[in-house]
Structure formats: C-alpha cells, structure tokens
C-alpha cells in the first residue's frame, strides 16, 4: 500500500521471489503507470524488473483497498512520512491509509498481518498504528497482526538493495507475525533480527543517524585537508583501512542531502527531546552539514573571484548521482546562493532536470527568476567561466575537450572530487576539488586558458 520509490522497489523484490504482490497506490496516474509496465522513477534496473512482473502477473495493481485487502494475506504499508510541522514527521498520509485499510479489513475474512514499512519514529507503531487499525478494523489479535519492517534502501541501487539486503529486521510483539514475515523474506539470504517494534523503528533511525555523521565525519575532515595541503581521499583510504571505521560512506561532498537523512535526524532530535533522551550525534550530523553548504558556497566564490555578472553552469541537480530526485538536493542552495551574488545561471541534470525545474519554480525560484534549465551539459556550459559539478553522473566524466572549448574559462569546482587527472589533462581542466588543499585557486575567470592542468 503506497507505491513510492521504496514500495515500488520492495513490491517487485517480492515478486521475483515468487511471492504474488498486489500494489495500490492513491494516485490513479501512478496506478495506470504501474499496469503499463512504466516506472513512476529513474532507478537502474526498475523498470526491466516490473515489465517482466507485470507480464508474469505476480505484480497486479489495484484499483481498491478493499480489493487489496481482500487479496493480500500481508499488507505492508509504504507510506510516505515528510517533514512535518516543529522537527517532527507528517503522519497523515499514513493515519489516512491505516483508517481506510481499518473499514476495508471488518468487510474481509481471516487473518491478517499489516507491516508499518515507512519510516516512522521509535513508539509510532505501538502507540499510533496499531491502536488506530484495532479501533477502525474491529480486529483483535487473533485476526491482525501488527509488526514493522524498516527499510535500508538506497536511492540509485534500490532494485539491488531490496533483492540482495544485507539484514532484514522485524519488530513483532507475537509468535504468528515472526512466522508469516520469516516466511515472507525466506529465499531472500539475509539475517533476520527480531526486535519489538519500538526497537526496530530506533535501528532504522539510527543506522541513518549512523551514517550521516559518518558523511559529516568525512565532510569536517576534508575541511582540513584543504587547509593542510592534502587530499581527503588519501586520508580516508588509510582512516577506512581500520576494519573498527571502515572505508564506506566517507566520501567528502556538498553535504548530505536526499528525502532521508535531514528529515529523519530533525525527527530523531524531536523524539529525543519528547524522550528526555539525548541526540548529540544527530546534532552534530546537521550542524555539519549546515556548516558545509556553506562552505561549497565559499570554495565556489573563491574560485570565481568575484559572481556578479559571470556565467556560472550546475551541473548534476539530483542530490546523487543515479536518481532523478531532488529532494533536498544540495544544488539548491547552491543555485540559490549563486543567483542571489548576481551570477547568470545555468543547470542542467541528464534525468532530474524536470524535478528540478518543477521544485525551484514553485519555491525559492519565483522570487529568484533567470535561472536557464539546459537540455544538454554543452549547452550549460557555452560561454559558462565556471562549472561546479554537483553530482557525479558518469556522463560528466568523461568531459569532452570541446566542453572546455566551449567555456569561456575552462574552470571547474569539483564537489566530488570526480574527474580524474587524465580526464582533466585531456580537456585542459583547471579544477578546484573540495577537500584537496592546494588547487586551482589561482585560476580566476578571464586568466588565460590552462594550457595543461594540474592534479588539484
Ligand atoms: C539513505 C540510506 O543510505 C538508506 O539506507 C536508507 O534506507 C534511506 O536513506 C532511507 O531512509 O530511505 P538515500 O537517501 O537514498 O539512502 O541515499 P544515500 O546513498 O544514503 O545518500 C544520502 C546523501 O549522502 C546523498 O546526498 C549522498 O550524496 C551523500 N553521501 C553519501 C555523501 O556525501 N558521501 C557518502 O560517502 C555517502
């Protein structure tokens, strides 16, 4: 129930391994879609995988809760939950779904287990969810279960994550829930823990608090590095080689963005203050991040000298690479910032164009007109005197000599330490890449073309 990205990407996990999956989604353009074969999302390997479902009939859409209710032995729900109001999480579209399946599930027979999936926070499942669809269902627990199952989806490779998860964790207050979820994911390879359902939902909060800090981490590191002299790639390769730290998700960059991290962590600190228990961490993780939108936006005027009047071209609007979603994408402070110095901008994305387009129209941007949206990365950067890379599609890798001939000066500021040497010697680059102390500083818009770059 609920076919975003992490429902779409959870439902045809199931039905490759054979379990049959009925999916409703509120929107009837989002359902036709689905019948189609057509994913709603860019995501590697999605929309394959739900053409050949389709085709097979172990994915079916609905057009009813009733009808999935009726259908579905066990219902998970893959509700969104925004930001909300004062830090906390939006619940609404997730209490109007339970009340709904609640009416839908007293006109249907036999058991059945209903799985919190969306990311709520620790006590939502016992004190909110289950409470409501008890009242609005009439069921006791000899005929609905009520268990979470938090997800550890990454956008980019969800088809992979959910088909291959490395653990699967179940927060059941009942024998018969553990035994229809355990069957639910066998085949699936993965380690279960079973935890109670307030302890699974703090192991989805904290493995994202988790690993935000560890961006944040590696993000106020390479603030030193830039300073020292060195590269945070180098330093992070020999701080990862410790097995105790690990080489993962240290990569240094705009900062954290995406529909996940920044909402997740606000909720955390709410819920931590309504707890009486600290979130220092969580603290920490957004002052950082906070911190380091800022900086981007000083390397970038630092590289330029000054912004008014230059041509400045984005590249990469997604908040990774990988994914047409903008939510929370750093590249909107970073346009923002630009075009309120007096900068002539221009941004262009190989398939999150259009979201962005759409999300900076309807807020920051109709107050901050003349931003160009550019179907191609050359048209971006004609006539451009900087470039800053915001996320890392393989496309701008390869960066053809002609794009730098293009640019009035072929100068880049590499958020993501992406383009390599070689490419940057046969483009004639000069790059100022964060978190690498000593670049291109000295190349100011209007000096003279590099005749050869450095590794910066
Ligand atoms: C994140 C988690 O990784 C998933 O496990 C989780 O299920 C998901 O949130 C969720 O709660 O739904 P996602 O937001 O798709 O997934 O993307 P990440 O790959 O985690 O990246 C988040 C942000 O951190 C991006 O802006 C990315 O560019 C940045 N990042 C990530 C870095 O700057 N450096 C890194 O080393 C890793």
Redesign the pocket.
Known sequence: MGVG??GIATALAFARRGRRVFAYDVNPRVRSRLRAGRSPYHEEGLEELLRAEVRRRRFVVVDTVQELSASAQCIFLCLPTPAGRLGRIDLSPLRRAVRELGGALRRVHGYRLVVVKS?VVPGTTESIVEPLLRRTSGRGVDLLGVATN?????????VQ?ALHPERVVVGVSDARSLRWLAAVYKGFGAPLFQLSPSGAELV?YG??SF??L??SF??EISRWTEVLGSNIDDVVRALGADPRIGP??????????????EK?LRAFRTRAEELGVPACAADAALAINQEQTEHVSELIQSAAGRLKGRTVAVLGLA???G?D?VR???AFPIVERLVRDGARVRVHDPVALRNFRREWNGGVGRSLPGVRFATSAAGALRGADLAVLQ?DWPQYLEWPSRWSQAMRTPLVVDL?RALSPAAQERAGLRVLALGVGGGARGARPGSPRASSSRRS
């Open positions: 990205y992490m990311t938090p997800e550890f989806l990454a956008e980019g490779r969800m994550d989805k493995s994202n690993l935000a560890k961006v590696a993000n993962t998700f240290l990569r240094a960059g705009p900062g954290f963005g995406g529909s996940c991290f997740d908040f990774k690479a994914t979603d929370e994408s750093r996320a993501r």
